[in-house]
């Protein structure tokens, strides 16, 4: 039986079986099988379901949007980047609508859950601004505490003393998730408020002195979080249903 061509190259055809074997040399079988997995999935999903409804208008806006932004309006120019780019029409027109489908099944299947989850993942997703100072014996971080209560400068202070190399930029850490700190950290800047000190705080055998900045609070609100989240929650979804699968690789 003669093997199915895959690909052509400069007159010499290409076997599915010689792909893989090339996919296996590379080491991207695996994610090339996974990709197709991962389409099958959401496609026979896309089947089943009669709640995922896409106005063909809003397709055809799309690529209206998507040719006047790239200067694609010449018919010419806009088959030339279809042929440059290894699609027709047709299946840049099936693509868009794939996206759109997606987008509201992601919605579809997450729209339950969402909520518990952002709960769940509520301590990584608030953040707290912090700026620090960090030495190498308690001592000295005992006296630094007790000059910056005094009144000297956190920032200047910071430079000076601290081992950490965000002392270039007065001990400013930036946002710092909640929770990625260490118990004995959060605890105490739960407790705290903007501008107070926190410390000395022994981690990692260095003492440290916080400063609180800003608390900033993650919410639902957001659409950006709300999107990560329904991405993260697709994704296990998905997971899920590609662990079930009886997969076999058949090649000749």
């Known amino acids: 039986m003669k093997p199915l061509a895959f690909l052509t190259v400069d007159d010499q055809t290409i076997s599915i079986e010689q792909a893989v074997k090339y996919l296996q040399a590379s080491g991207k079988l695996r994610h090339f099988i996974g990709d197709i997995l991962r389409h099958y999935v959401i496609e026979q999903e896309l089947l089943t379901r009669e709640d995922i409804v896409i106005n063909s208008a809003v397709t055809e806006q799309t690529i209206i949007d998507f040719r006047l932004k790239n200067k694609l309006t010449d018919p010419e120019n806009f088959q030339e980047w279809l042929k440059n780019n290894g699609t027709d029409y047709t299946s840049f027109h099936s693509s868009i609508a794939f996206n759109f489908k997606l987008e509201k099944l992601k919605t579809v299947l997450t729209e339950t859950k969402i ?7 509520k301590i990584f997703l608030d953040r707290v601004v912090l700026s620090r100072i960090i030495v190498d014996n308690k001592e000295l971080a005992e006296e630094l505490q007790a000059q910056i209560e005094e009144g000297a400068s956190f920032e200047q202070l910071a430079r000076e003393y601290s081992l950490a190399e965000d002392k270039i930029v007065n001990g400013m850490m930036g946002p710092v998730s909640r929770g990625t700190m260490p118990d004995i950290l959060r605890a105490a800047i739960d407790m705290a408020t903007p501008g107070k000190l926190v410390g000395p705080i022994e981690l990692e055998e260095r003492y440290g002195l916080f400063r609180v900045e800003q608390f900033l609070s993650a919410s639902l609100e957001d659409t950006q979080l709300k999107q990560a ?4 929650l697709f994704e296990k979804w998905l997971a899920e249903k590609i662990q079930k699968l009886t997969v076999k690789l058949q090649v000749n």
């Not at 909520?115 to 993942?121: D, G, L, V, W």
């Not at 989240?229 to 993260?232: A, D, T, W």
């Open 229 to 232: 989240l329904q991405n993260e």
């Open 115 to 121: 909520q518990e989850y952002f709960i769940e993942r």
